[in-house]
Structure formats: structure tokens, C-alpha cells
């Protein structure tokens, strides 16, 4: 005869992953969002004002392009780059 326990089994926890960046497109703007954190943008002008220019901010780093899709690479390479860039100027603490 098998007893079985009162208590239900417990699935393994697991870690909260974090949510995967992603595009949203705006008004006149696309953002480049990480849950509830903008990461980084693409700017164009308003239709009777545009020159055909995409201007692209991450960060500290801006620039400008003429495709969208060259711009939407541009911020999140500079994305990329930033997350793995070592805080070099970072106090630490010496006993560590």
C-alpha cells in the first residue's frame, strides 16, 4: 500500500528571466523598450518638415542615417555595447 503526502509537489523555482528588448513604433518616433525601460530611440521629422534624415539616440551615443533599418542596428548595437562595458571608473570596494 503506497502512501501519498498531503502536501502537493512544488514545481522547481526558477529564475525571472528579464524581458526581451523590443521595438514599438510611435508617433513619428520608434522606441526600443526593455519591459517598462526605454533603452534607446529613432527620431524622424514631422511630413511637411522631413529631410530623409533618421536621427537615433542610445544612451550617451547619437547619430543619424538614412535607412530606418540602419538606424534601428545602430541603437541596439550601441545597446549591446553598453551592457558589456565594464565600469571601469567604478568605485570598488579593496577588500574584495
Do not use: I
Request: without cysteine; hydrophobic residues 30%; proline residues 6%.
Amino acid at each position: 500500500m503506497a502512501t501519498e503526502s498531503s502536501k502537493p509537489r512544488s514545481k522547481p523555482l526558477r529564475a525571472r528571466s528579464r524581458p526581451r528588448p523590443q521595438w514599438e513604433r510611435g508617433y513619428y518616433s520608434h522606441g526600443f523598450w526593455q519591459g517598462k525601460n526605454k533603452l534607446g530611440s529613432v527620431r524622424l521629422g514631422r511630413p511637411g518638415e522631413w529631410d530623409g534624415v533618421y536621427r537615433w539616440q542610445a544612451g550617451n551615443r547619437a547619430g543619424e542615417t538614412r535607412t530606418l533599418a540602419e538606424a534601428k542596428r545602430l541603437v541596439e548595437q550601441a545597446v549591446l555595447v553598453g551592457a558589456n562595458q565594464l565600469s571601469l571608473f567604478a568605485e570598488s570596494d579593496p577588500a574584495s
